[in-house]
């Protein structure tokens, strides 16, 4: 009994092995076509208008699967990009429940939060918005933390949230208000953690 008990668990595990690639292979082919769209759209639409970036859903399939350093990389190039432009457009994504395996559960709890707070949310069939410049920035201080950055990089953070605070003072999205939140209180914690 014991070694046909054994014998199912490893056929199992052998038999979700294949199933989880193929997920990870659906996910990043479905970030590709995301990132061309992206990359389309700035290409036809907003160079001469404002600048956009089009790396965030490579950024997030990157923290997703481990990949700290490559998402760092994007992130931070994403958020030198919406900060230093004189022009800011907005760019909102939309974080619909399919993205959601993309995310980890802090920025997913945040999101489910709006959802029930913001009416907004409700009557547009149950998303949420999130700029880009918020999003880059939560997953630049997550790799940072990860990769147990210096206390300085962290503390530049700070600079980077009353800045996206600046840049968003007039922006309805309520998830971009909870997220630079939840980021100052993730990285206040990070340091009196340290000290």
Same mark, same amino acid.
Not at 36 to 50: I, K, L, T
Not at 58 to 85: I, P, W
């Given at each position: ?22 997920? %990870? ?20 639409? *907003? ?22 350093? !490559? *998402?760092? +990389?994007?992130?931070?190039?994403? $958020? ?6 004189? !022009? ?6 939309? $974080?619909?429940? $399919?993205?959601? +395996? ?13 959802? @029930?707070?913001?009416? =907004? ?24 933390? %990860? ?11 700070? =600079? ?15 998830? =971009?208000?909870?997220?630079? %939140? ?8 990070? @340091?009196?953690?340290?000290?």
């Amino acid at each position: 009994m014991w070694a046909n008990a054994r014998h199912t668990l490893v056929n199992r595990s052998k038999s979700n092995r294949p199933t989880s690639d193929l997920v %990870k292979l659906l996910q990043k082919s479905g970030v590709e076509h995301m990132t061309e769209f992206r990359q389309s759209v700035a290409r036809d639409f *907003c160079r001469c208008v404002v600048a956009t970036v089009t790396t965030d859903f490579e950024a997030m399939y990157a923290f997703k699967y481990g990949d700290y350093k !490559r *998402c760092l +990389q994007l992130s931070e190039q994403n $958020v030198h990009t919406l900060l230093c432009v004189r !022009r800011y457009w907005p760019h909102a994504v939309l $974080v619909l429940p $399919v993205f959601f +395996q993309l995310m980890d559960d802090d920025i997913v709890s945040v999101t489910a939060l709006s959802l @029930l707070i913001d009416p =907004d949310c409700r009557q547009h069939g149950y998303y949420a918005e999130i700029t880009q410049l918020t999003l880059s920035l939560y997953l630049m201080t997550q790799c940072q933390l %990860k990769l147990l950055h210096s206390v300085t990089s962290l503390a530049e953070i700070f =600079d980077y949230i009353k800045i996206a605070q600046r840049k968003h003072s007039g922006d309805p999205f309520f998830l =971009d208000q909870l997220t630079l %939140k939840l980021i100052y209180r993730i990285v206040v914690a990070h @340091l009196n953690a340290l000290l």
